[in-house]
């Protein structure tokens, strides 16, 4: 169940994190951040690590993002 939710909020923020690669959209990631965050607790807490390495992916492309606009461009 939790690898089910850290899969959810993956694809949440995935569709969130996407347009956000466009300059002046970056603000979006930082909407981002707290639902990877979660699907990583959940992902964590399950047994299978599917949906924790999923939602490390989507963290790691926003935050590579967010370093390149400087944080908020």
Do not use: D
């Not at 690898?3 to 603000?27: D, R």
């Amino acid at each position: 169940m939790g690898n089910l939710l850290a899969y959810l909020f993956g694809i949440i923020s995935l569709i969130i994190v996407i347009p956000s690669t466009i300059p002046f959209l970056g603000w979006g990631n930082w909407l981002a951040l707290p639902l990877i965050v979660v699907g990583i607790i959940f992902g964590a807490l399950s047994s299978n690590n599917g949906g924790r390495n999923f939602c490390l992916i989507v963290f790691l492309i926003a935050a590579v993002r967010l370093t390149i606009g400087g944080g908020f461009i």
